[in-house]
């Protein structure tokens, strides 16, 4: 399957975007789909999982309240809608897909995105 994530862009301090990832090549459904993101000379880390219906979701304690994962099956695609923009989201924003549900590693995903810049103002 094949990810194509877009959205980013520079934002102020308080802000929002949405980021979407579309998916082609592949049984969308049949895929649980995260979002991850690497900032400068950090690694990569989960931010949000939600599963193959959208039923359940997952994100990390530093984005609750304020990130919201949802998807459109008939859209094959993903997005990550971000409130409340803060400096220490700016990151690279990938989409990934894996067939289960429960994981939140990096290397447990199977099919990546290019990535998506996030650059919030102060």
């Known amino acids: 399957v094949q990810l194509q994530a877009s959205g980013g862009g520079l934002v102020e301090a308080g802000g929002s975007l949405r980021l979407s990832c579309a998916a082609s090549?592949?049984?969308?459904?049949?895929?649980?789909m995260g979002w991850f993101r690497q900032a400068p000379g950090k690694e990569r880390e989960f931010v949000s999982v939600?599963?193959?219906?959208?039923?359940?979701?997952y994100s990390a304690d530093s984005v609750k309240g304020r990130f919201t994962i949802s998807r459109d099956n008939a859209k094959n695609t993903v997005y990550l809608q971000m409130n409340s923009l803060k400096p220490e989201d700016t990151a690279v924003y990938y989409c990934?897909?894996?067939?289960?549900?429960?994981?939140?590693?990096?290397?447990?995903?199977?099919?990546w995105g290019q990535g998506t810049l996030v650059t919030v103002s102060s």
């Open positions: 990934a897909a894996v067939k289960t549900y429960g994981n939140y590693v990096a290397r447990q995903y199977d099919y």
């Open positions: 090549g592949g049984t969308f459904s049949s895929y649980v």
């Open positions: 939600i599963s193959w219906s959208g039923g359940s979701t």
